[in-house]
């Protein structure tokens, strides 16, 4: 079946100790979108890429990054990882048709912990 | 600028009763997509149902369907005979035509009861 896969689900660093998370998909969607939801909250967007192009919102902290070699994965660079941070941490997917509102497609989350 | 509110954050249903989950938005252009999405306790997002701005009618997607009011806009989501399943935290969510950023409302706990 086609969809989005997160790897791990259950991640556990240290604090200040880099991070990263995987996104994979097998939907073929042009756009994948990394979320940071934390307790009882709303996800929050924290950057997209539309094909190789990305996109950063302007309240992302310097200290996410991330990184899309291709069309199928895309990762979650946590540098310094504080406190703060843990959360979990959703990808998504979307095809974006040009002027359309295309569905999202969520893959089951990566919790972080930092220690 | 875009707005979601959720103004139920917790909901009790007993098991097989219709239960209806409030959503307003806020927006100021023509094309828009509402989505809800249920979030159970193991944290994936799914999604249920979508209203386009232009749909006339309402969305409907088996036991789920919506109450879009685009004058007043809002988009009530009904869910039909609840199941002990259902319990979960529903997210309202709205994505302006052709833009890339979905906004969240704060959600809303449903608790189905035996």
């Known amino acids: 079946d086609a969809m989005v896969i997160q790897n791990p689900r259950y991640q556990v660093t240290q604090f200040g100790k880099p991070v990263t998370l995987s996104c994979s998909q097998t939907?073929?969607?042009?756009?994948m979108y990394w979320y940071q939801q934390k307790s009882s909250q709303a996800p929050k967007l924290l950057f997209h890429?539309?094909?190789?192009?990305?996109?950063n919102e302007a309240d992302t902290p310097d200290n996410f990054q991330s990184r899309r070699p291709n069309t199928s994965f895309c990762f979650l660079d946590i540098r310094s990882p504080g406190l703060g941070d843990a959360a979990m941490y959703l990808c998504?997917?979307?095809?974006?048709?040009?002027?359309?509102?295309?569905?999202?497609?969520f893959g089951p989350g990566t919790r972080l912990t930092v220690l | 600028a875009q707005k979601i509110t959720q103004t139920q954050p917790g909901m009790f249903v007993q098991e097989k009763e219709a239960v209806t989950l409030d959503c307003t938005y806020d927006?100021?252009?023509?094309?828009?997509?509402l989505f809800w999405y249920k979030q159970p306790s193991s944290g994936e997002m799914i999604f249920l149902i979508y209203?386009?701005?232009?749909?006339?009618q309402n969305a409907t997607e088996g036991r789920y369907s919506l109450n879009f009011q685009k004058a007043r806009k809002s988009t009530n989501l009904v869910i039909s005979a609840s199941q002990l399943g259902d319990s979960a935290m529903y997210f309202c969510?709205?994505?302006?035509?052709?833009?890339?950023?979905?906004?969240f409302g704060a959600g809303t706990r449903l608790f189905v009861k035996a």
């Open positions: 998504a997917t979307s095809p974006q048709r040009e002027g359309a509102t295309d569905t999202q497609y």
């Open positions: 969510a709205m994505r302006e035509g052709g833009g890339f950023k979905t906004i």
């Open positions: 890429y539309y094909d190789k192009d990305f996109n």
């Open positions: 927006t100021s252009d023509q094309s828009y997509g």
């Open positions: 209203q386009g701005s232009y749909d006339e």
């Open positions: 939907l073929n969607h042009n756009v």
